[in-house]
Structure formats: C-alpha cells, structure tokens
C-alpha cells in the first residue's frame, strides 16, 4: 500500500497553503497600515486645516459683530466678548476632540494590521503541523507496510 505517498504529496500542500495563507494576511496587513498613514496625513493635511479655516472665518465675523455691538453693561453674561471667548473656547475643543478621533482611528488600524500579522503566523504554524501530522502518518504507514511484508518493502505490505 503506498498511500503514505498522498500523505507526504498533503503534509507538503498544508505547509505551502499556511505559507500562502500567512504573505495574504501580511499583505493585508501592509495595506491596513498604509490606509492609516494616508488617513493620518489627509487629516493633517486637509481636514485639520479646513476646521481651522473655517474657525477663522467665523472668528472673523464675530469680532466684527463684536465691533459694531458696543458695550451694553447690561448684557454681561451675553456680551458679544464673551460670546466671542466661548466661541474660541469651542473651537479649540473641537481641534482637540478631531485630533484625538484621528489619533484613534490611526491607532485602531494599526492594531487591525498586527492582528492580521498574528493570524497570518497562526496560518503558516497551522500549516506545519498538519504537514507533520501527514509526514507522522506517513511514516506510520511505511513502518507498517515494512513491518507486514516481513521486513522487505516499505512501499508494498
């Protein structure tokens, strides 16, 4: 019986499909990181810049607004200064909760990538040992095939 010749021929398959398993998951991987660093600059580069436009623009208008109010000491509490101070009040809460989401998410899709490496390295262990469980059995089938043809054959019993 020279079955343990398909056992070799899938304990090698099983080793070659977790390797192939393993370089998909680190190219996913890689891909994650990348789509990270691009998030990260476009925020930096585009979408952190606009916030910070558009709050000029709308301090801008306010300190008009506040020039042409005067003073009216009986509206302390909702003077146009004061307006104008929780307005930029806002505004840097608002830079610092959107760098803090782009902190995070940049974060969370690094993790994502080593997650997948970690699979990518299960896939190629997985791999080894059903190939060494094939190369045992096969081996197992040689002994017996020796050992029923009275010490003469390992191919036939």
């Known amino acids: 019986n020279m ?11 099983a080793a070659q ?6 370089s998909l ?12 660093e691009i998030k990260k600059k476009t925020f930096e580069q585009v979408d952190l810049p606009r916030i910070k436009a558009e709050q000029v623009r709308n301090q801008a208008s306010q300190f008009v607004k506040f020039l042409n109010s005067g003073v009216d000491a009986s509206r302390i509490g ?18 610092t909760v959107q ?19 970690a699979q990518g390295q299960g896939e190629a262990y997985k791999g080894k040992v059903a190939r060494n469980a094939a190369y045992a059995k096969a081996a197992g089938k ?11 054959s390992i191919l036939t019993g």
């Open 25 to 36: 998951l680190n190219q996913k991987a890689a891909i994650n990181t990348r789509n990270a």
């Open 99 to 117: 760098t803090y989401n782009s902190t995070l998410t940049y974060e969370q899709e690094l993790n994502n990538s080593l997650i997948l490496q």
């Open 3 to 13: 079955s343990f010749i398909g056992d070799i021929i899938g304990g090698y398959g």
């Open 142 to 152: 040689m002994y017996g095939n020796y050992q029923s043809s009275g010490g003469s």
């Open 78 to 95: 909702d003077t146009p200064y004061l307006v104008m101070l929780d307005q930029l009040t806002e505004d840097a809460f608002e830079v």
């Open 17 to 22: 499909i977790g390797k192939f398993n393993q």
